[in-house]
Nanobody, 114 residues
Framework: QVMLVESGGGLVQPGGSLRLSCAASGSKINSMGWYRQAPGKQRELVATITTGGTTNYADSVKGRFTISRDNAKRTVDLQMNSLKPEDTAVYYC??????????WGQGTQVTVSS
């Protein structure tokens, strides 16, 4: 079992920045990442990072978001810059254990609005 606890999120104006953090506990993990789900839409990948530091980003966030990971602390962060109203969503931390079973955090709301 893997438990994920998220922090960060909130309300920010367009063009602003936010940082999301996620801490994992329990079983060993492989890839970690962030997904998001806007109202009325399917959950979508935002960014992932492997234990070796290889990253993958959705085209919509490339150049604006940066994912990072601390393997010793078992944390993954998402720095979000130049936020747009279309980034508004519930953001979920994701991790896969050594069998590639996925786990999810409880979600944290990010609202970009003036």
């Amino acid at each position: 079992q893997v438990m994920l606890v998220e922090s960060g999120g909130g309300l920010v104006q367009p063009g602003g920045s936010l940082r999301l953090s996620c801490a994992a506990s329990g079983s060993k993990i492989n890839s970690m990442g962030w997904y998001r789900q806007a109202p009325g839409k399917q959950r979508e990948l935002v960014a992932t990072i492997t234990t070796g530091g290889t990253t993958n980003y959705a085209d919509s966030v490339k150049g604006r978001f940066t994912i990072s990971r601390d393997n010793a602390k078992r944390t993954v962060d998402l720095q979000m810059n130049s936020l747009k109203p279309e980034d508004t969503a519930v953001y979920y931390c994701n991790a896969a254990d050594l069998t590639w079973r996925p786990y999810w955090g409880q979600g944290t709301q990010v609202t970009v609005s003036s």
